[in-house]
């Protein structure tokens, strides 16, 4: 009988079964399950193993266990070693911070060197709600409590709706090996707290909780669709382009309630923050700020938003 995992990526593969892929492949139970699925629907990948150098023996096991499955199954496997606390240290980054950029910086090399279509992750749907319970202490808005996208122009996410325990479930059932990263277990980062102490506390009350805040950030996409509409609407309506720069009617965009939503959404993709956008409406005519890509500038009742130099 079919395992519904396996139901769910034939699902999600569908359109890409031409592609070429390049998997992440850390050893955990995750990557393992996702590795042996693509393999299992005889689709034309590749993996990619990162050393973080974090945990001394333990990561040189995971390298050489990764290897060895490749080898096994006569998949081309891509590694890298990286000295990530000099990185961290390096750059004032954060370890999870700073293991993220590495790795996916040296992700994106490859799929240019090697024409590979996709990056494949193993995130799942246990990552997806621990991510917006993250950026829900964070005081986030719908894109950020949105969470995980399950596909971008390069990355590809089929087990996004996949729950942690029927991946364990799938690999106790096909004898699938993997790796435990018994940093994991700790509490010292935010996301392990969440999934080790704070989520088994709501499935204390509900068994259902985990498909419950599915429930609610497919919800949110829905909302965000319709955020989406309306910000195009207002942009069409107020933004008055040109080869050069956007002009913006500050009298037009303060008749938008609730202002600091509209602000917020029809400028942040020219990176400046609403507080400031507001502050400038009541400014001096000539008055300028400006953000790492673009310099908005008040000029009598009109805002010239352009492009930097």
């Known amino acids: 009988m079919e395992h519904k995992i396996e139901k769910i990526l034939k699902d999600k593969v569908k359109a890409f079964e031409k592609c070429n892929f390049l998997i992440a492949v850390s050893g955990g139970v995750d990557s393992m399950v996702l590795a042996n699925l693509f393999l299992k629907n005889n689709l034309n990948f590749s993996i990619a193993h990162c050393n973080f150098k974090l945990r001394s023996k333990e990561s040189d096991i995971d390298h050489d266990f990764v290897k060895k499955w490749s080898l096994q199954h006569k998949i081309h496997c891509y590694s890298n070693e990286f000295n990530t606390v000099e990185f961290c240290k390096k750059n004032k980054m954060g370890i999870q911070e700073g293991a993220r950029k590495l790795r996916y910086d040296w992700f994106d090399e490859l799929l240019s060197k090697y024409d590979f279509d996709y990056l494949v992750t193993a995130h799942h749907l246990d990552d997806q709600i621990e991510t917006y319970l993250i950026n829900s202490s964070r005081g986030s808005g719908i894109k950020g409590l949105l969470g995980i996208v399950s596909s971008t122009k390069k990355i590809f996410r089929p087990l996004l709706d996949v729950l942690k325990i029927d991946i364990l479930n799938y690999a106790e059932l096909n004898s699938i090996e993997y790796r435990e990263d018994s940093s994991n ?16 506390r709501f499935k204390e009350f509900d068994d259902n909780v985990m498909l419950k805040f599915k429930t609610t950030i497919n919800n949110l996409h829905s909302t965000k669709i319709f955020v989406d509409n309306i910000i195009e609407d207002t942009k069409n309506d107020l933004f008055k382009i040109d080869s050069e720069s956007i002009k913006v009617n500050i009298e037009m965009l ?37 953000s790492t890509t673009h310099s908005m500038t008040k000029l009598k009742g009109d805002l010239i938003i352009k492009k930097n130099d």
């Open 185 to 200: 277990s700790s509490d010292d980062y935010q996301r392990n707290m969440i999934r080790n102490s704070i989520l088994p």
């Open 254 to 290: 303060m008749q938008k309630k609730p202002l600091e939503f509209y602000v917020h959404n029809l400028f942040y993709e020219f990176g400046f923050n609403y507080k400031e956008v507001i502050k400038i409406f009541n400014s001096d005519s000539g008055k300028l700020i400006l």
